[in-house]
């Protein structure tokens, strides 16, 4: 090895240190943001999670795991919670799906009708679920009065089938953002394929399930998990627009772990409870991103 090839091999690794040096320069604002407001809080929930008495100052190690895992009210709101997030993990790959196909067409005001559809998702949980309280109020809401205008018979919004119907306005809410997704999605498959496909003779159907779908799957992953994580994390609208009843029917786990911290003041019991849907969320989210790994590797 000669003297100069030595001196280049010394100032690459310099230079290596160097860059390293500037990117963690700029990353500490990031890190120490993601310290002081996430992983610390995490770290205080778990330390809680191992006391108990109103003060949390007793230390009670797993017992209010324990405690957990075999109460009842926990467990329904857990399958309550599954079930709201499958309704809303479905509905936005299917509605979101659509909807960018349509307005991925050369449509005129395409460009209206998708900045119309993305509004609800930039507005606030707690505007949103105000609105649609008072619009599916069963006395003085604006949709059983158009209901009662075209002589169809009013309906019970909230007590009929109050989680879907929860669902369903989270549903309205996110899919302008589930649309935008896909609609870059779609702008990303290169036309040259769909047109070999049209030159081979496959129509617009098995277009879609051979090309289109296909490279769609890492948007379709990404929506899944960001759907799934939202979903189980869902407070407001059980909150605002159906305070988790009629009963418990939309007592979602974050309605039920507030409950139990705020109004009973059991903060080692509550804090237990958000340990162990931090384990699902995360144990959802690997299982997805595996599954999806798995996918793009068979593809």
């Excluded at 617009?204 to 994580?229: C, E, K, Q, Y």
Aim: proline fraction near 4%; hydrophobic fraction near 50%.
């Amino acid at each position: 090895m000669t003297r100069s090839t030595t001196r280049r091999k010394a100032r690459r690794r310099t230079l290596t240190g160097r860059y390293a040096r500037t990117a963690y320069l700029f990353l500490t604002p990031a890190l120490l943001f993601f310290a002081a407001f996430f992983y610390l809080p995490i770290g205080n929930v778990v330390a809680t999670s191992l006391r108990t008495g109103p003060q949390a100052d007793q230390f009670a190690g797993l017992a209010n795991y324990g405690q957990a895992l075999a109460d009842p009210a926990v467990r329904h709101s857990f399958l309550v919670t599954i079930v709201f997030a499958v309704a809303v993990v479905i509905g936005s790959i299917v509605l979101g799906l659509i909807l960018a196909m349509a307005l991925d067409q050369p449509l005129k005001g395409r460009v209206a009708f998708r900045v119309l559809l993305l509004v609800p998702y930039l507005t606030s949980v707690a505007i949103v679920g105000l609105l649609w309280r008072n619009i599916l109020d069963p006395e003085l809401g604006v949709l059983n009065r158009l209901l009662a205008a075209t002589g169809l018979p009013e309906q019970q919004w909230l007590n009929t089938a109050p989680l879907l119907t929860i669902a369903a306005v989270t549903l309205w809410q996110s899919v302008g953002y589930t649309m935008v997704l896909f609609l870059a999605g779609l702008q990303g498959i290169p036309e040259t394929f769909h047109e070999a496909a049209k030159i081979d003779g496959a129509d617009a159907w098995r277009r879609f399930w051979r090309i289109t779908l296909p490279l769609l799957a890492p948007t379709t992953l990404f929506v899944s998990v960001m759907a799934v994580i939202s979903g189980l994390q869902a407070f407001g609208q059980a909150y605002i627009i159906t305070n988790g009843g009629p009963g418990d029917a939309t007592d979602l786990s974050v309605f039920h772990i507030f409950n139990v911290a705020f109004r009973t003041r059991d903060f080692g019991y509550s804090s237990a409870q958000s340990v162990l849907l931090l384990a699902v969320i995360v144990a959802f989210t690997l299982v997805q991103l595996r599954a999806g790994r798995r996918g793009e590797v068979q593809y």
